[in-house]
């Protein structure tokens, strides 16, 4: 399996207002395979979020760059799509509209548009809210709204930020599982930022601790797909956890 | 750093657009002087504004009540000024009568509007008319009912202050957060009391928000009437030197007209801020000091 | 308890009802007290509306021309509408333009806040002195005007569209272009038509007071006219007319601002805000 993303040396430093250096990203170095479901994870300023920005393409390295199929990243684009933390979607369009944009944008004419965006609004299970303005949805729908829109563009990468976060507990368990089926039916190089642990493990296949700037763990999830969600009460599931929640925690006590 | 360089690069544009206003500005006079006959009347350069028009001024003395009937004083800066310094006396009494008229009732009648129920629902359509009437229309109105006394002026000048502040208190009372009226009842505020101690100071920073409109609002409608028919004011005296093809003394009226609107404002906002002392840095107004609405 | 709800829901539907022919009965009260000379009743003024539409004695008389009111009320209508529109579209172009390039906006925002403080009546002696009194230069001074209030609106507007919608744009493909005219247009649309809705109610004073100083044809030369006569008559007239016309444009922009709202979530269910 070829090499999909590669950070070298990534490191990024941001600048406060009255001129000082605030560290965020240091000598990154990592390899991310194509197909592969990523997951970091990490407390809360430990970079994750900007790591996304940068594979992303909305923030440029300080030093250090980051590499997709060979070329380096210089800005956002259709092939790396991102799902973001906040409701990203267009209210002024309808729900069809919405996940025909990154196909209306290449031109593709409206008949095979509206069919690719049928399929995937049944995928998520949009299907009856095709003619609905978003505001009608509930925030787990528009959530897989933007899912939906950022699969149907196809792009080569797909990014993730904390995307679940603001959803109560049952809505994120079934997005959890949502997101899975349809990974495993269409699968791509996936980048998915989290602090939750369950989510990291049941989700990934292979999870990196990001603490203090830097790698702190990488881990293998030795977990075969496809995963139900029985597992979560697996005890070497569990097991499993406690683990990354060791790593996670001790390194940010070490921190504190 | 960037911040520094940003507001460098910000003045070194700012002075080019300013030179460059200037440059075509001389152009144009220049042009003017040259092919027309009245042509440095009709452009002036800047500095004939500064002096010749400026002494022009003079020439108003004798009208619209200061020092009557004593034309052909000799023209000096000293007179000059006193023609500015009365006629802007004169306009800003009416200013400031009609937008204190204005302020208040329209405040007191937004209020009502929220606070009454057969109020509301007897000026509901009313008020919806009022609020479409293009203000500065009326003032044929005005001039033919009250004649040319100063009550029609002020009165005209209320009315539309009135209908802004109106329209803007109703609103502001609306955004209003319901938790206000909740607490407040909960501790016993009867309608009244509401009203008076929690809704006005709170929609203060909403309507200082809208000052600015407001303010050009009246200086507009006072130049508004002056311009139809006055005696006197600062109108007026664009009126005469328009008769007389001065372009430098209306320039200069137009730049008085611009001092006092900035003055106004900042006496205003001080005012307004002393009031919302109590309201906390971060949450200013939604209305930005430039989001001039008509 | 429920009786007493009842009875004042009953009530204030009757003084909702009542409101117009109550204000009406006053005006004639008024007219009577005060002599129809002072104020013509409102039957006058409003049988006055239909009989001068076409042609008018008094109004010929007063040097207003021969064939009524109608010319005039068109010709207002047509100055205000078209200059408005005209003023506000280059105005959405040059805030759009002016948000997107940082050195346009400083080289510019100096002069259009100096001119934005001027009250915009004041540029007509002046145009009218140097460029004559033709309808174009009476357009320019409603486009300056809704030039000058527009383009401040638009940028404000564009300020506070969310930036996650133009990120997300990009993240699907959409270039910078395609981001002003698919994302940023749609987001400022509400709040500029409702800047333009109060704009207009304003453009049209503008215009009448432009038209007193000096016009061919509209409302605002009835005005001079009629005020030179006295006759109020056919101030109220025209006022009437200036009150309707104002009135209809502001309903056809309710209704568009109705459409272009339609996918917001509206907090409030009173949709009007002025």
């Known amino acids: ?256 | 750093m960037k911040a520094r360089k940003r507001n460098r690069e910000k003045l070194l544009f700012e002075l080019m657009s300013v030179f460059l206003i200037v440059l075509c500005w001389e152009g144009l006079a220049a042009h003017f002087a040259k092919s027309y006959e009245n042509g440095s009347y009709l452009f002036p350069s800047l500095y004939s504004v500064l002096t010749r028009s400026f002494l022009n001024l003079s020439a108003f003395y004798g009208m619209g009540g200061l020092g009557t009937g004593n034309y052909g004083v000799a023209p000096s800066a000293f007179v000059s000024l006193s023609v500015i310094a009365y006629h802007t006396a004169r306009t800003f009494l009416r200013i400031a009568a009609g937008f204190l008229i204005g302020v208040s009732l329209g405040i007191f009648c937004g209020i009502l509007y929220k606070a009454n129920r057969y109020y509301h629902a007897f000026t509901s359509i009313p008020s919806r008319i009022v609020s479409i009437v293009p203000q500065m229309a009326l003032i044929t109105l005005f001039l033919a009912w009250f004649g040319d006394s100063e009550a029609g002026y002020i009165l005209f000048i209320a009315f539309g202050i009135f209908v802004a502040v109106y329209i803007n208190t109703v609103n502001a009372i609306e955004n209003l957060p319901p938790v206000y009226h909740k607490f407040s009842s909960t501790l016993g505020a009867g309608k009244a009391r509401f009203y008076w101690s929690v809704a006005l100071p709170g929609i203060i920073p909403e309507l200082s928000g809208c000052m600015k409109m407001i303010v050009g609002q009246a200086w507009a409608l006072s130049m508004a009437s002056e311009f139809i028919s006055s005696q006197n004011g600062l109108g007026r005296i664009i009126v005469l030197a328009r008769q007389r093809l001065d372009t430098g003394i209306i320039l200069i009226v137009l730049f008085l007209y611009v001092i006092y609107t900035l003055l106004t404002l900042k006496v205003l906002y001080r005012l307004c801020a002393y009031l919302t002392r109590w309201q906390p840095q971060m949450e200013s107004s939604a209305q930005t000091t430039n989001g001039k609405k008509g | 308890m429920k009786t007493k709800g009842r009875s004042r829901f009953q009530l204030c539907d009757l003084l909702k009802v009542l409101s117009i022919p109550v204000l009406l009965a006053v005006w004639h009260l008024m007219s009577l007290w005060l002599g129809s000379y002072r104020l013509p009743n409102e039957i006058t003024v409003l049988k006055g509306l239909f009989t001068t539409l076409f042609s008018s004695e008094k109004l010929n008389m007063a040097g207003a021309g021969d064939h009524g009111f109608w010319p005039h009320v068109a010709a207002t209508f047509l100055k205000v509408t078209a200059g408005y529109t005209l003023g506000s579209l280059l105005g959405v172009l040059a805030g759009m333009l002016m948000k997107m390039h940082k050195r346009l906006r400083y080289f510019l925002h100096l002069p259009i806040d100096v001119l934005r403080t001027v009250p915009p009546i004041a540029f007509v002696p002046i145009l009218f002195m140097l460029l004559g009194r033709s309808v174009a230069v009476q357009l320019a001074v409603i486009v300056l005007y809704s030039f000058l209030t527009i383009v401040v609106n638009t940028m404000n507007a564009i300020g506070n569209v969310p930036p996650i919608y133009q990120r997300y744009a990009l993240t699907l493909g959409a270039s910078r272009t395609r981001v002003q005219r698919d994302v940023i247009l749609p987001c400022i649309l509400p709040e500029l038509l409702g800047a333009f809705r109060v704009g207009i109610i304003w453009a049209w004073g503008y215009q009448v007071i432009i038209e007193m100083m000096g016009s061919e044809h509209g409302l605002g030369k009835v005005f001079y006219h009629t005020k030179l006569m006295n006759a109020l008559d056919l101030v109220l007239i025209g006022v009437v007319w200036v009150i309707i016309l104002a009135g209809v444009t502001d309903l056809l922009l309710g209704l568009f601002w109705g459409r272009a709202t339609r996918w917001q979530e509206k907090v409030k269910s009173e949709a009007v805000k002025r």
């Open chain 1, 1 to 256: 399996m070829k090499d999909k993303i590669v950070l070298q040396n990534l490191s990024k430093t941001f600048q406060t207002e009255s001129g000082r250096a605030v560290p965020v990203l240091e000598d990154i170095n990592l390899t991310i395979r194509d197909n592969e479901f990523l997951l970091v994870i990490g407390p809360s300023g430990c970079g994750k979020t900007t790591l996304l920005s940068c594979i992303a393409g909305f923030e440029e390295p300080t030093s250090g760059e980051i590499l997709m199929d060979g070329e380096v990243v210089k800005g956002p684009s259709a092939q790396r799509g991102v799902v973001f933390q906040e409701t990203a979607l267009f209210p002024w369009r309808r729900v069809e509209k919405n996940v025909e944009y990154g196909l209306e944008v290449r031109g593709m004419p409206r008949q095979e548009r509206k069919k690719i965006a049928q399929k995937y609004l049944e995928m998520v299970g949009l299907q009856d809210f095709a003619d609905a303005y978003p505001k009608e949805l509930s925030g787990g729908m528009k959530k897989r709204l933007t899912i939906a829109t950022v699969y149907a563009n196809n792009p080569e990468v797909l990014l993730m930020d904390e995307p679940f976060s603001a959803l109560d507990y049952p809505t994120k368990c079934r997005l959890q599982m949502d997101l899975m089926d349809l990974w495993t039916k269409e699968k791509k190089t996936t980048v998915f930022i989290s602090h939750d642990v369950e989510e990291a493990v049941l989700l990934s296949d292979r999870i990196i601790v990001l603490n203090r700037h830097k790698i702190a763990l990488e881990y293998q999830n030795p977990f075969p797909r496809p995963r139900r969600d029985e597992l979560r009460s697996d005890p070497k599931f569990i097991e499993a956890k406690e683990y990354i929640k060791g790593a996670y925690w001790n390194e940010s006590q070490k921190a504190q």
